[in-house]
Structure formats: C-alpha cells, structure tokens
C-alpha cells in the first residue's frame, strides 16, 4: 500500500527497508530477496520491465516457454512410460510376495546322529 518509505543501506547486502505508516509494517529486502524475486516471479508470472505491456511480444514470449516446458515435460515422460509398460508386460516383482524356497538338505544342527555319523 502506498505511500511507503524506503531507507537504502551502503551494506555489503544491499539491504533495503520499505515502511508502511498507514499499515504500520516493516520489510526487508536484500540482494538475495531481489534476486529471489527475479528468477520466482520473473519466471512464473513473465512481468518484466518492457516486455509486460507489449502484447503481442509477451505472447510470443510466453508460447516459446510453454513450448520449452512441453518439450521437457514429454521428453520426461516417454521413458517413464517405457519403464512403467515394461513392468507391466513381465510382472510387478515387489507386488506379489516372494515365493518360499525349501532348503534341500537339512542344516547341520538338525541332522539326527546317525545323519552325523554316515556323512550325508
């Protein structure tokens, strides 16, 4: 809300404070939060000086990207679906449980006497 007041500080982070009288609030803004905000925002709302009232340039601007992303995203997805088509075609392994395995021959601690005594 306006009007607001900005105090810029000579820091290393270029830290700037905006007050807010009529709402009685505080903010901090640093290199990062600005930063932050241009790569965020910039990218997912595409509100850049210049380009956010040309109309037909953000049109084309904004198709090239969702062009871009759709391409990524399928590019993404053909070999999730290869992957997922080929554990449908040979069985889910970790669905069924594991098949129990009889030991062929006894353990040694479960051998009778004579068993010990023979050697088999």
Same mark, same amino acid.
């Given at each position: =809300? ?6 810029? #500080? ?5 830290? *700037?404070? #905006? $007050? ?5 609030? =505080?903010?901090? $803004?640093?290199?990062?939060?600005? &930063?932050? /905000? +241009?790569? #965020? #925002? ?5 509100? *850049?000086?210049?380009? $956010?009232?040309?109309?037909?340039? *953000?049109?084309?601007?904004? %198709?090239? $990207?969702? @062009?871009?992303?759709? &391409? %990524? ?9 290869? /992957?997922?088509?080929?554990? @449908?075609?040979?069985? +889910?392994? *970790? @669905? ?12 040694? +601690?479960? =051998?009778?006497?004579?068993? /010990?005594?023979?050697?088999?």
């Amino acid at each position: =809300m306006l009007p607001v007041l900005r105090v810029r #500080y000579n820091d290393e982070n270029q830290t *700037w404070l #905006y $007050f807010t009288p009529s709402l009685a609030q =505080m903010v901090k $803004f640093d290199k990062l939060d600005r &930063a932050n /905000r +241009w790569v #965020y #925002y910039g990218l997912h709302v595409l509100d *850049w000086p210049g380009l $956010f009232n040309r109309r037909p340039l *953000w049109d084309i601007v904004t %198709i090239a $990207f969702l @062009a871009g992303l759709a &391409a %990524i995203s399928i590019t993404t997805l053909l070999p999730a679906c290869r /992957r997922l088509k080929r554990h @449908a075609v040979h069985g +889910w392994k *970790w @669905a069924s449980p594991p098949k129990k395995v009889r030991p062929t021959r006894s353990p040694a +601690w479960a =051998m009778s006497n004579r068993d /010990r005594i023979s050697g088999d």
